[in-house]
């Protein structure tokens, strides 16, 4: 059996509803599309993948060493588009960290490298994904978005969570398997 599995850093509630707040703030922002539901906004850290279900528990063992780690400060800073053969493919929320974030994110890496899971090649872009579009939207709804600017919001992040994700009635559902607290500073 295979679990599908990713490293999160976790949003605060009360950020959470500051970037429904901006989302729906943003003039031309209502097109007939599925925005994530705020329970599922993150940050990912490390996406793993599948991977066998005798080596779940040891995965979530050897991430343990996130807990020596401070709690982070981040700050919600834009929104931005990924893209997918020139159209838009996924609106985001950019974000900016301490540095600290660069030393997590490879030791992720290194430590998921025992377990034959590929290192992650490409620079750590964090974000937290807000729509994925699946069709064609107005030029409006994208120029707009890219074009918005608010103060940024800051905030800590005191925990990082390692999540296991389903396919189940046409969405994903993400399933806690371990959080990892984030000490105080």
């Known amino acids: 059996m295979k679990h599908r599995l990713?490293?999160?850093l976790n949003i605060p509630e009360e950020i959470?509803?500051?970037?429904?707040?901006?989302?729906?703030?943003?003039?031309?922002?209502?097109?007939?599309?599925?925005?994530?539901?705020?329970?599922?906004?993150?940050?990912?850290?490390?996406?793993?993948?599948?991977?066998?279900?005798?080596?779940?528990l040891k995965i979530i063992d050897e991430l343990n060493f996130l807990e020596n780690y401070s709690k982070l400060f981040c700050e919600l800073e834009k929104f931005g588009?990924?893209?997918?053969?020139?159209?838009?493919?996924?609106l985001w929320m950019g974000m900016k960290f301490e540095l600290i974030i660069l030393e997590i994110v490879k030791k992720i890496n290194q430590t998921l490298v025992l377990f034959e899971i590929e290192e992650e090649?490409?620079?750590?872009?964090?974000?937290?994904?807000?729509?994925?579009?699946?069709?064609?939207?107005?030029?409006?709804?994208?120029?707009?978005?890219?074009n918005f600017k608010f103060n940024s919001v800051p905030f800590y992040s005191d925990s990082i969570s390692l999540y296991e994700s389903s396919f189940l009635n046409g969405g994903h559902i993400y399933k806690e398997l371990k959080k990892y607290k984030l000490r105080s500073k």
């Open 6 to 8: 990713f490293v999160s």
């Open 16 to 56: 959470k509803e500051n970037i429904l707040e901006l989302r729906d703030s943003v003039p031309h922002n209502r097109v007939d599309k599925y925005w994530l539901t705020k329970n599922k906004f993150h940050c990912t850290l490390k996406f793993i993948g599948d991977v066998d279900h005798q080596i779940v």
């Open 81 to 90: 588009f990924f893209y997918h053969k020139s159209q838009p493919s996924i």
């Open 121 to 146: 090649k490409k620079n750590f872009n964090g974000h937290i994904t807000l729509l994925r579009l699946k069709e064609k939207v107005p030029n409006e709804f994208i120029e707009a978005f890219k």
